[in-house]
T-cell receptor, first 109, second 115 residues
Framework: RKEVEQDPGPFNVPEGATVAFNCTYS??????FFWYRQDCRKEPKLLMS???SGNEDGRFTAQLNRASQYISLLIRDSKLSDSATYLC??????????FGTGTRLKVLA | EAQVTQNPRYLITVTGKKLTVTCSQN?????MSWYRQDPGLGLRQIYY???????DKGDVPEGYKVSRKEKRNFPLILESPSPNQTSLYFC??????????????FGPGTRLTVL
């Protein structure tokens, strides 16, 4: 079983739709969680950190469920510019980052 | 401008010819790391460094070497490249927050082809 698992998609959604991604992790000792965005073969860029209490940044909401060992990302009112691959990242030791393989989102006009 | 730079951005080489990919950051970050990205496998950590002269293996270190003689630089060395090292490589850096590393900032990537 992979340490961090994501549905690869693609998720094809119309503009204005709400879409949600989940990411599961296997190590219960995992400490920090992030969502990154990656445009085609470019460098990943931080979208948001994920906190136990959940956090929101504009149209984006991230949640952490430690009991079930998953994190989620919700995108409301999808824009064409949201089309990208979304990477889930988990730190389960102080220094080791584990990336999911990513979920592809395509927002359609 | 705060950034991570990598050179070269594109490289085509032949099996066995030693090469170095440079990585430099201007943010005074303690933590630096190298990843390779392959289709279907995502980003996998090759090596990381917690500070000058402190390095450790990631998930896929075979065939690679690194050094951290200065805080800002973290070169990746392929002593004898092989075709299975054809990949997209990213360097990243991160500040420490308390006892743990935090958000990583990535370089633009190096696309390496080994023939």
């Amino acid at each position: 079983r992979k340490e961090v698992e994501q549905d690869p998609g693609p998720f094809n959604v119309p503009e204005g739709a709400t879409v949600a991604f989940n990411c599961t992790y296997s190590n219960s000792a995992s400490q920090s969680f992030f969502w990154y965005r990656q445009d085609c073969r470019k460098e990943p860029k931080l979208l948001m950190s994920v906190y136990s209490s959940g956090n929101e940044d504009g149209r984006f909401t991230a949640q952490l469920n430690r009991a079930s060992q998953y994190i989620s990302l919700l995108i409301r009112d999808s824009k064409l510019s949201d089309s990208a691959t979304y990477l889930c990242v988990v730190i389960h030791r102080l220094y080791k980052y584990i990336f999911g393989t990513g979920t592809r989102l395509k927002v359609l006009a | 401008e705060a950034q991570v730079t990598q050179n070269p951005r594109y490289l085509i080489t032949v099996t066995g010819k030693k090469l170095t990919v440079t990585c430099s950051q201007n943010m005074n970050h303690e933590y630096m790391s190298w990843y390779r990205q392959d289709p279907g496998l995502g980003l996998r950590q090759i090596y990381y460094s917690m500070n000058v002269e402190v390095t450790d293996k990631g998930d896929v270190p075979e065939g690679y070497k690194v050094s951290r003689k200065e805080k800002r630089n973290f070169p990746l060395i392929l002593e004898s490249p092989s075709p299975n090292q054809t990949s997209l490589y990213f360097c990243a850096s991160s500040p420490w927050r308390g006892l743990a590393a935090d958000t990583q900032y990535f370089g633009p990537g190096t696309r390496l082809t080994v023939l």
